[in-house]
């Protein structure tokens, strides 16, 4: 995932200097502490949320609509089920989330999953250097006054020219949380736009405390899932030492540095993956000895490239582009906000005899 995305709590802190009048934080002084703090205060009034949301993607002029209602007990209680099914998920799905873990339920199978995390963790995190890189990167403007499910909001808008993104966001008033938004971003001629709007919301109502509590439907059957084992190097050195297989780095652009190293084992499946950073963009590469064959690792959007002395995949989403390929029982990947060319002439250093 790019990065440079922005989350629900940076968006959130956007609405907050323009509602706040701010004009110092969107002009260049975003004083991200002051801005946190005072976000922070207005959230911490926000004992729990219930609505209906309606979301909807829209890509080469096919959308896809999905319809749920939850009810969310900040911070990390949620309940959503899915009451209109669209393309990916169907009428009677759900998930609970209770800060340790996460059921999600198939209706269509009536199965049920169950993960030792907090799916829905990242959905509201935000933080004084994300704070400060969206007020700098993004040009942050007030649009007007409206209503969404019969409440009054702020309409925000974040401009990304350098990577031809948009971000409209409307926020409640009173609480300052999201009731509207939408991102759309266009690539190789292609714009992508996806939305969610309220239909209905409520604030600080009384919740059962069962609501956060995960039943399996009768005659529902437990999915087995294995946690991954993860394992963090401090070089490329010590990854090599540990890993089956031979961890080498691409050639990345100057002002690159590597971030992270780490070394996920899951169903026997190993891959390393090293995170790069240079500014407020990232990249990776990743290195795994599950090996993708031409075929499958070619996407429907995918266009085929010469990677040394082999053949691999070029694809883009949004603002990241990756290529990947396999050699020798091995398959790679690299990507980030960076060209396809640079991409390729980064991932040859690789070599593949």
Sequence with gaps: MSQARLTLGALLVAVLAVTAGCASAISGDPNPDRIAEQMQQRLDDIDTVEGVKVMETTRDGETNTTVTEYVRQPPNNVRSTVIEGGQYRDEGDYRVNTGEKTYRYDA?????TKYDFDYNRSEGYFDADTIERVLNDSEVSYKRTDTVAGRDVHVIELTDTERDS?????????????????????????????SWTHRNVSFNE?????????EPPEGAELKETTSPDVTEFDSVSAANEATAYEVVEPDMPDGYTVESINEMVIDGTSTTTLSYRNGDKGAYYSVSNESVGSESAAGADGESVTIGNTTGTASSYGETTSVSWSCDGVHYSLGGQLTQSTLVEAASAVGCA
């Design 206 to 214: 009384p919740v059962d405390d069962e609501t956060f509590t995960f």
């Design 166 to 194: 948009t971000v409209t966001i409307k926020a409640d008033q009173e609480h300052w949380y999201p009731l509207a938004y939408e991102t759309s971003y266009s690539y190789d001629g292609t714009t992508t736009t996806t």
């Design 108 to 112: 269509s199978e009536n199965t049920y």
